[in-house]
């Protein structure tokens, strides 16, 4: 991607080294980190699903593997990301008559305190409704390539783009309705296939992100595919399969990854929010 040396957004709250949470982050935090998962997902708070359940679930302490000239890079590109999705929406928005009111992104370690409770690492980023902040640990990007083989520029900013979606999901109002028939739904199948439906609108509207980074020459060769292999990588099918060898559909809670790449390419050709509507 083209990125260095473009402009970077100014609303990012940087808590890199000191970070809160308590004992969360440590020994035995994993746990709870998956029980928020569990709960992000069923009440339309994204956990993203871009997550090894088995390291979560051994317990294992969570370890930063950046360097940092690594750290420096992923925290200037994750900015100029930011910085495009805002470009991308207010442009939507504007055309509508509306103002985009773009979401605050927080990168932070091992864990920090949000308005929907703590924030782990090892949940992977998420976006938070009640305090409209994107929650990012910047070490995802090697968490991406070592565990979920899913590596490059393009890939990582396909997740920044994908929270965003939930912001501009949350600034229409479609994540709250979504939540409260989540609440009436009466079954946890039922809620989980609302769940599914929110991440799919999410990821065809990080692939608008896409339409405007590609049409503005921001994306360079091999790009798009990089974005392609992080949304299929994150599939419920492909995650529960290789973290417990077999799945359970009605269990998912962010669609397949034949789901996750298609409605991403649908947001990708069309850079029509129309389009996007998992619901209809």
């Given at each position: 991607?083209?990125?260095?040396?473009?402009?970077?957004?100014?609303?990012?709250?940087?808590?890199?080294?000191?970070?809160?949470?308590?004992?969360?982050?440590?020994?035995?935090?994993?746990?709870?980190?998956?029980?928020?998962?569990?709960?992000?997902?069923?009440?339309?708070?994204?956990?993203?699903?871009?997550?090894?359940?088995?390291?979560?679930?051994?317990?294992?302490?969570?370890q930063s593997t950046l360097s940092e000239q690594?750290?420096?890079?992923?925290?200037?590109?994750?900015?100029?990301?930011?910085?495009?999705?805002e470009v991308a929406w207010e442009e939507y928005?504007?055309?509508?008559?509306?103002?985009?009111?773009?979401?605050?992104?927080?990168?932070?370690?091992?864990?920090?305190?949000?308005?929907?409770?703590?924030?782990?690492?090892?949940?992977?980023?998420?976006?938070?409704?009640?305090?409209?902040?994107?929650?990012?640990?910047?070490?995802?990007?090697?968490?991406?390539?070592?565990?979920?083989?899913?590596?490059?520029?393009?890939?990582?900013?396909?997740?920044?783009?994908?929270?965003?979606?939930?912001?501009?999901?949350?600034?229409?109002?479609?994540?709250?309705?979504?939540?409260?028939?989540?609440?009436?739904?009466?079954?946890?199948?039922?809620?989980?296939?609302?769940?599914?439906?929110?991440?799919l609108q999410a990821d065809c509207f990080a692939?608008?992100?896409?339409?405007?980074?590609?049409?503005?020459?921001?994306?360079?060769?091999?790009?798009?595919?990089?974005?392609?292999?992080?949304?299929?990588?994150?599939?419920?099918?492909?995650?529960?399969?290789?973290?417990?060898?077999?799945?359970?559909?009605?269990?998912?809670?962010?669609?397949?990854?034949?789901?996750?790449?298609?409605?991403?390419?649908?947001?990708?050709?069309?850079?029509?929010?129309?389009?996007?509507?998992?619901?209809?």
């Amino acid at each position: 991607m083209r990125w260095q040396g473009r402009k970077q957004s100014s609303n990012v709250e940087d808590r890199r080294g000191a970070s809160g949470g308590g004992g969360l982050g440590g020994k035995g935090g994993g746990i709870v980190g998956l029980l928020i998962i569990l709960v992000g997902a069923y009440f339309g708070v994204d956990l993203s699903g871009l997550v090894d359940t088995t390291g979560i679930s051994g317990g294992q302490s969570y370890q930063s593997t950046l360097s940092e000239q690594e750290e420096q890079q992923l925290n200037a590109f994750s900015r100029v990301v930011l910085a495009d999705t805002e470009v991308a929406w207010e442009e939507y928005f504007a055309k509508s008559g509306q103002r985009y009111v773009a979401p605050t992104m927080v990168l932070y370690n091992y864990a920090t305190q949000t308005s929907c409770g703590t924030g782990q690492a090892a949940m992977g980023p998420f976006y938070c409704p009640n305090d409209q902040r994107v929650y990012l640990d910047l070490s995802f990007y090697k968490d991406m390539s070592s565990k979920l083989r899913a590596s490059g520029d393009a890939a990582f900013a396909y997740v920044i783009a994908h929270e965003v979606g939930h912001h501009v999901q949350n600034l229409l109002g479609i994540l709250p309705k979504v939540q409260q028939a989540q609440q009436r739904s009466g079954s946890q199948a039922a809620a989980n296939q609302l769940s599914v439906k929110l991440e799919l609108q999410a990821d065809c509207f990080a692939g608008i992100w896409g339409y405007y980074a590609d049409k503005n020459g921001i994306l360079e060769s091999g790009d798009l595919e990089e974005a392609f292999n992080a949304a299929e990588a994150v599939g419920d099918d492909r995650l529960q399969k290789q973290s417990q060898g077999y799945v359970v559909p009605d269990s998912f809670t962010h669609g397949t990854s034949a789901q996750r790449l298609a409605w991403f390419k649908r947001g990708l050709q069309s850079g029509d929010i129309k389009q996007c509507n998992p619901f209809g």
